[in-house]
Every structure is written in structure tokens, then in C-alpha cells.
């Protein structure tokens, strides 16, 4: 996953007690996504997909069956919006059947189920609530992280032939609405994200440089600050 070292630096700035949760949100989704994996069966794959289809469901309804799941719900309560999380698994079933989104709008409706959803649910999964705020915030990070990851490693299935300057300034203007989505009181709760936002967009800024670690710990540093300073 192109996003996991930067998810690994922002969890050591996150609220205390909350990396677990994010972990697991990011384990089930990696389960999920695993069921769509390149050369796996389509029958095989199908009923994976199926089978997480109805285990949202059960999630949503508070009787889930997967250890991942039983752990989230342990830990996140009934609060967050369960259901919602389906979206990633039409997103897998749509990489399972090779689709190519066709022009910006259909791009941006992807990348909001196949990161967006996840974004969602770990957002409302810290402050156990599910505001339309959080809502909004995640969809737009889960857009430009998702955006940024698939200009970052050239991705020409999803991408296709758009041009990709123009896909760079959608991806920052994502990012800077998520930046901007949140009323100051719930920045600091949200940090994690907020980090990876501007972790994202340093990358988008200097795309032909790796970005040094020291210079990552640093804009990583400033941004939970940023975040903690802004709560009243």
C-alpha cells in the first residue's frame, strides 16, 4: 500500500488510545480488498465479496461474525456509520471486474468508496459520533489521498489518459477541503488524517523527490500541532 509508511508516521501522533482503531479499520480493509487481489478465482473472489457484503450488514446491525469486526465494534461502539463501509467492498468488486472510470467525476466517485468510506468510518470511529462534517472531511481526504497515492505509482487502469497535471490540482484541492472541513474543535481529534493530508500534498509539491525522513517527521510534527493548537 503506497500509504502506509505515512499512515505509520501519523499513528505515532495520534489521540492516545485511538492507533488501535485505525489499525483494525485498516485491517478489515485490507481483508476486503485482498478478495479482489490480482489472480485470485472470480468465483472464489465473488464469494469473498458476497460474503463481506453481508458481514457490513451484520457489522451495521451490531452481530458481526469477523474477529476484526467484533474488535471494532468492541471498541467503536454502535456510533459510526457502518453501513456505509459497503462502498468499499462495490469499489473491490468493481477492480475485481477491471473498471476504468471514465473522466473526472467517475474518478472522484471511486476514489470517495475506495478510500473515502474508510476515511469515514475511522473518523467517526475516534469520537464515536457521525456528524454530515465528518462525512464531508472524510470524503474529500479519502478523494485526494486516494488521488495523490495513484499519480504517485502511475496507475493507468484508474487514471487512464487523463492529464495528469490536472489530476495533481484536483488532488491538492481535495486535501485542502478536508484541510478545511473540520470546526477547530474537532481538528485535534482528527489528527491522523490531517497529517496524512499534509504529508499528501508535500508529496504532490515535489513529485520527482523522496521525501527525507527527517523532513517527513518534521511536516508530520507541524501538523499535529497545528491540530492540537486549534482546540479550544
Avoid at 500534498?201 to 517527513?216: C, H, K, V
Wanted: glycine content about 6%; overall charge neutral.
Amino acid at each position: 500500500m503506497a500509504e502506509a509508511p505515512a499512515l505509520r508516521l501519523a499513528l505515532a501522533f495520534a489521540p492516545a488510545g485511538t492507533a488501535t482503531l485505525f489499525e483494525l479499520v485498516w485491517a478489515i480493509d485490507a481483508e476486503i480488498a485482498s478478495s479482489a487481489r490480482a489472480g485470485i478465482d472470480h468465483t472464489v473472489a465473488h464469494a469473498r465479496l458476497a460474503w463481506w457484503h453481508g458481514e457490513i450488514e451484520r457489522l451495521a446491525a451490531g452481530r458481526p461474525s469477523h474477529p476484526l469486526c467484533l474488535r471494532l465494534l468492541a471498541l467503536a461502539g454502535a456510533a459510526p456509520d457502518y453501513a456505509a463501509f459497503a462502498a468499499r467492498v462495490t469499489a473491490a468488486e468493481l477492480a475485481l471486474v477491471g473498471y476504468a472510470p471514465a473522466g473526472f467525476d467517475e474518478l472522484d466517485a471511486w476514489f470517495e468508496r475506495a478510500d473515502g468510506a474508510r476515511e469515514i468510518l475511522a473518523a467517526q470511529a475516534i469520537v464515536r459520533e457521525r456528524p454530515p462534517m465528518l462525512t464531508a472531511y472524510g470524503r474529500a481526504l479519502g478523494r485526494g489521498l486516494g488521488l495523490a497515492a495513484a499519480l504517485a505509482r502511475n496507475d493507468a487502469l484508474l487514471l487512464g489518459d487523463l492529464e495528469r497535471g490536472a489530476l495533481a490540482v484536483r488532488a491538492r484541492a481535495a486535501l485542502h477541503e478536508a484541510l478545511t472541513a473540520l470546526d477547530p474543535a474537532d481538528r485535534a481529534a482528527q489528527r491522523v488524517g490531517l497529517v496524512r493530508a499534509e504529508l499528501a500534498l508535500d508529496q504532490l509539491d515535489r513529485p520527482d523527490r523522496t521525501a527525507a525522513p527527517l523532513r517527513q517527521l518534521w511536516l508530520a510534527w507541524r501538523s499535529a500541532r497545528r491540530a492540537l493548537r486549534s482546540a479550544p
